[in-house]
């Protein structure tokens, strides 16, 4: 049985991925990562705990959803021996408002305090906002300190792995919510650009994707892992 590496969103906890694993129904292990929630670590620092726990005797496919993007790619590019394929998920491999990357030097002044759950359902869910979602969001949102976050949005501000991108040797699938506020089209353009044959998927979705539009997308990963296992 294939086995699926699922690296998180932002808040790193790994807890918002019931849907997917619900839509799988067994038929493709599926493995979510999580980040520390009290330490306050970059992409690099990231890459190598997220390293550390891939499988050695077995193969499997790495899936980057959102801030863990150029942490997949960044993988990917090494060309481990197990990896079998790519799969990202309304992300990006540079900072998506590259006219905002001066404001990390100001992040560390800045309150503690996250936004308004409002605002985060806004650019997250919109729509597709529903009370179960926002409380899940909710949940895993407190339990990540605060310094946690900060340094993840820093990450992604000084973030450029696009020199990382030609060295990528294994099938891509690009996951593309067509509702996304969050992550602009041009992020999946610059990707395309370094692997023009990458396969893209389109939905009806906001930024939370896997969250909201589970059966479509388990629907086509099954797909992909079986014509990536037919060659």
Do not use: W
């Given at each position: ?48 705990l997220v390293t ?17 993007g150029p942490i ?160």
């Open positions: 049985m294939t086995t699926l590496i699922l690296l998180p969103g932002m808040d790193g906890t790994g807890t918002l991925y019931e849907p997917m694993r619900k839509a799988l129904d067994a038929k493709c292990k599926l493995t979510v990562l999580s980040y520390p929630t009290d330490q306050a670590l970059g992409y690099a620092e990231l890459q190598a550390a726990q891939l499988p050695i005797d077995e193969d499997y496919i790495l899936t980057g959803e959102s801030f863990s997949a790619i960044s993988i990917a590019a090494t060309q481990p021996p197990g990896l079998k394929a790519l799969i990202l998920c309304a992300t990006f491999a540079r900072n998506p408002y590259p006219l905002l990357a001066a404001s990390k030097y100001i992040l560390p002044y800045l309150p503690g305090r996250l936004p308004p759950l409002s605002l985060l359902s806004h650019l997250l869910l919109g729509r597709f906002s529903s009370k179960e979602l926002r409380e899940q969001l909710a949940n895993a949102l407190a339990q990540v300190q605060a310094a946690c976050l900060k340094a993840r949005l820093r990450a992604v501000l000084a973030c450029d792995v696009r020199d990382k991108l030609p060295a990528i040797k294994v099938p891509v699938l690009y996951l593309q919510a067509t509702r996304d506020r969050l992550i602009p089209l041009s992020a999946l353009t610059q990707i395309r650009s370094q692997i023009p044959d990458m396969k893209i998927c389109l939905y009806e979705a906001p930024h939370f994707l896997l969250q909201t539009r589970a059966e479509a997308v388990v629907r086509d990963v099954l797909g992909f892992i079986a014509e990536r296992q037919s060659r």
